[in-house]
C-alpha cells in the first residue's frame, strides 16, 4: 500500500465548505477519503458535498478574480483542503467570439471554448488531473495512476512529474502515437493493455484495490470530477458574469459534461450570476454512442457498446455518468446528437478553416453536431451558444491523414511558383464550386 496517513485535522489553511462525499443515488454520506462508491447501501457513484451558504459569506467576483490566473482562481469550489495545490497554469483558457465559423453555420452568437491550448498537455483533463493529484497529495499518495484514452495519460503524467509523484498509467494499446509520445516523454511507467478503454478500466480497478495506488479516475473520481466544472465556471466568468444560452459538448463518460452543468448551478446558489435556462446540448461519434443512442430512443438507462470510432479519446462504450447526462440533457430541453467519421474529420476541418484551431477527433465530434443542430434548427441563430473544445489535434494527426491537401513541390523559380499558384487557385475555386451546389 502507497497511501500514507495523513488526516485532514493535520492541514492547515482548510477549504471549510468542503464537507462530505454524497452518494448521487441514495444520499449516503462518506468521509473524505480516497472512495467513489456508495460501498454501504446502493453502490452508487460518490461526488463532493459542499455548504452553499458557507461559501456564499465567502466568495466574490472581486475574490475570484484577485486569484491566480488558473483554476485555482476557484479553489473554495475544488475539494482540496489547502493552499499547497499543484499549480501548473492550467486553465483560464481563451473564450473566442467565433465569426466565420458562426456565418458558416448561421449563428450569431457563437463562442468557443479553446481547451485545445490548455496547459500544461492541451487537453482539459489537465483541469480534472491538477485537482485529483493535489488532493491525492493530501491523502498521502505517493504512486497514483489513471486508466485513460490519452489525453488523461498526457495529463496524470506531466502533473505527477511536476509534483514528484510515482506515476503508472495504463492505455489501450492501439492509441494514437503522438498520445502514447506525450505520455512517455514525462518518463512514467506505461501500460499498454490489449484491449479497448472499457477491459483497460476493469484492469485498472482490480489494481487500485490490490496495491492501493491513487488512481484519478476510479478511487479519486469525486475529486477528480469536479475540475470539469471550472469548464462553467470560466464560461460564465468570460461571459461578463453571465451564464449562456446554450451549450454543446462531447460526451465520453458524462462527467464533463454534468460538471459544467454543476459549475453553472453552483454559480447561481452563491449569487455570482442571475440564474437562467442553459439548454445542454451533447456530442458523441455513431461508432461509440451509447448516451445518444438512448437519448433518440427515449432511454432512461444505457446500453453498452463496443468503440468503433476515430474518435478514440471519447470512445467510452460504457459510459459511467451516461445517465446522469440524460438527465440534464433532458430537463434543459437540450439535444445529445452522434457522427458518422467522416462527419468527425469533416467538423475537424471546418473549425480550422473557419477559425484557426486545429481541434483532435473529440473536437471534430463537437463541430459537427454543432453543424447538425444549427442545420436542424435546433440552436435559435440569437443564442449565446458555446461550443467546448477539449484537446488538440497534433495529438490525433493520423484521424485526417489523407484527407487534407498536400503542398506544392516546386523549383527555385519565379515561373514555376506561378504555375504552382495559378493551379492551386484554379482547385481552390472547383472546391468553392461543389460547396455551393
Same mark, same amino acid.
Given at each position: ?11 492547515? /489553511? ?41 461559501? &456564499?459569506? *465567502? ?38 467570439? &467565433? ?28 483541469? @480534472? ?12 499518495? /505517493?504512486?497514483? /495512476?489513471?486508466? &485513460? ?39 512514467? *511507467? ?82 455570482? @450570476?442571475?440564474?437562467?435556462? @442553459? ?58 446528437? &452522434? ?21 483532435? *477527433? ?22 449565446? *451558444? ?52
Amino acid at each position: 500500500m502507497t497511501q500514507a496517513t495523513n488526516t485532514d485535522s493535520q492541514i492547515h /489553511s482548510q477549504n471549510t465548505a468542503i464537507e462530505t462525499l454524497k452518494c448521487k443515488e441514495c444520499g449516503e454520506e462518506y468521509p473524505l477519503e480516497a472512495k467513489h462508491i456508495c460501498e454501504d447501501v446502493c453502490f452508487g457513484p460518490l461526488e463532493v458535498k459542499y455548504d452553499y451558504e458557507k461559501l &456564499s459569506q *465567502t466568495v466574490s467576483r472581486a475574490t475570484i478574480e484577485a486569484g491566480p490566473n488558473s483554476i485555482w482562481r476557484y479553489r473554495q469550489f475544488l475539494p482540496v483542503k489547502t493552499d499547497n495545490v499543484i499549480d501548473v497554469g492550467t486553465g483560464m483558457t481563451p473564450l473566442l467570439k &467565433s465569426e466565420r465559423l458562426a456565418r458558416r453555420l448561421g449563428l450569431k452568437n457563437l463562442y468557443i471554448k479553446n481547451d485545445a491550448v490548455n496547459m500544461p498537455t492541451l487537453s482539459f483533463k489537465d483541469r @480534472v488531473v491538477s485537482v485529483a493529484l493535489s488532493r491525492a497529495r493530501e491523502l498521502g499518495f /505517493s504512486t497514483v /495512476s489513471c486508466a &485513460s484514452t490519452g489525453n488523461l495519460a498526457n495529463s496524470t503524467a506531466a502533473i505527477a512529474a511536476k509534483a514528484g509523484l510515482e506515476c503508472c498509467v495504463f492505455i489501450p494499446a492501439d492509441l494514437e502515437a503522438g498520445k502514447i509520445l506525450g505520455t512517455l516523454i514525462y518518463n512514467p *511507467t506505461v501500460m499498454a493493455v490489449k484491449g479497448n478503454y472499457d477491459q483497460v478500466n476493469r484492469l485498472c480497478c482490480e489494481v487500485a484495490n490490490t496495491y492501493g495506488w491513487g488512481f484519478v479516475n476510479i478511487n479519486l473520481r469525486p475529486y477528480y470530477s469536479e475540475g470539469s466544472k471550472t469548464l462553467g465556471f470560466e464560461v460564465a466568468e468570460q461571459l461578463g458574469w453571465q451564464l449562456p444560452d446554450h451549450i454543446v459538448a462531447p460526451i465520453a463518460s458524462g462527467s464533463l459534461y454534468t460538471k459544467i452543468y454543476k459549475g453553472f448551478q453552483e454559480f447561481v446558489k452563491v449569487g455570482l @450570476v442571475e440564474d437562467k435556462a @442553459v439548454r445542454f446540448s451533447g456530442a458523441q461519434a455513431e461508432g461509440c454512442s451509447p448516451v445518444a443512442q438512448a437519448f433518440k430512443e427515449g432511454r432512461d438507462f444505457i446500453t453498452p457498446v463496443k468503440p468503433n470510432t476515430i474518435a478514440k479519446s471519447i470512445a467510452i462504450g460504457n459510459p459511467a455518468d451516461g445517465i446522469y447526462a440524460l438527465e440534464v440533457a433532458r430537463k434543459t430541453n437540450g439535444n445529445i446528437e &452522434s457522427v458518422t467519421d467522416a462527419e468527425v474529420i469533416e467538423g475537424m476541418k471546418l473549425l480550422a478553416e473557419t477559425e484557426g484551431i486545429f481541434t483532435e *477527433t473529440a473536437g471534430g465530434t463537437t463541430i459537427a453536431v454543432l453543424k447538425k443542430l444549427a442545420e436542424a434548427g435546433k440552436i435559435d441563430p440569437e443564442e449565446t *451558444t458555446v461550443a467546448y473544445i477539449t484537446g488538440n489535434g497534433l495529438k490525433t494527426q493520423e484521424a485526417v491523414q489523407g484527407y487534407i491537401g498536400e503542398p506544392l513541390t516546386i523549383d527555385a523559380k519565379l515561373d514555376s511558383f506561378e504555375r504552382a499558384w495559378e493551379r492551386a487557385q484554379t482547385l481552390e475555386r472547383l472546391d468553392w464550386e461543389q460547396v455551393l451546389v
